[in-house]
């Protein structure tokens, strides 16, 4: 089992006990197919019943758990395609009458907290230095903060491919104690 899976896991089980119900996704294990299509770019689209269950989701989620690894300063394409094809017009946000996207978007998600888990192996001197965080701007400001989530905390853990099996159970440690304290 990955480390992300582990943290999936250990997501899902703290969840469970505190009574939450949970929509639960390994793209990957789905095949999702992470392409938005042409057809798909208006807001009244007509939407493949996969994509709609997922935007179903999104809308009536109190909140997110993200997980996933950092891969060149980015999300893995299969997660940056979910966020393009299910955050989408008239799901996630909305634009003014008349705006037809130059504006910025009005939030529409009902979730009032994310969190984003991720894992690097890229030193946090290494990334700060010469990428800045890139993951921080882009879910935080760009995702999460312009589709009405308030409450946002993302956490890094790292270095995995060299990290011992008590790094990594300190570590599962703080992602149970990140979600008791949001959820």
């Not at 807001?43 to 809308?59: T, W």
């Not at 529409?108 to 907290?113: D, N």
């Not at 894992?119 to 999460?144: H, M, Q, Y």
């Not at 989530?149 to 159970?169: A, C, D, G, N």
Request: glycine residues 6%; proline residues 5%; contains cysteine.
């Amino acid at each position: 089992m990955s480390f992300n899976h582990a943290i999936a896991s250990t997501s899902i089980d703290i969840l469970k006990s505190r009574g939450h119900t949970i929509f639960y996704h390994d793209l990957y294990a789905e095949k999702f197919d992470p392409n938005l299509p042409y057809a798909e770019f208006e807001a009244s689209a007509d939407l493949p019943a996969d994509i709609r269950g997922y935007c179903e989701e999104a809308k009536i989620s109190d909140g997110f758990i993200i997980i996933h690894p950092n891969w060149w300063s980015q999300p893995p394409a299969v997660m940056k395609g979910w966020i393009d094809r299910v955050f989408r017009p008239g799901v996630a946000y909305k634009f003014l009458d008349g705006d037809r996207g130059e504006g910025i978007p009005i939030g529409l998600l009902k979730a009032e907290s994310a969190i984003v888990f991720n894992t690097s192996n890229t030193p946090a001197e290494r990334e700060t230095k010469v990428f800045g965080d890139p993951l921080e701007t882009l879910w935080k400001n760009c995702i999460f903060g312009l589709c009405g989530v308030k409450r946002f905390v993302r956490k890094k853990y790292r270095i995995i491919v060299s990290s011992t099996l008590q790094q990594r159970k300190t570590w599962l440690k703080d992602v149970e104690q990140t979600i008791m304290d949001f959820y």
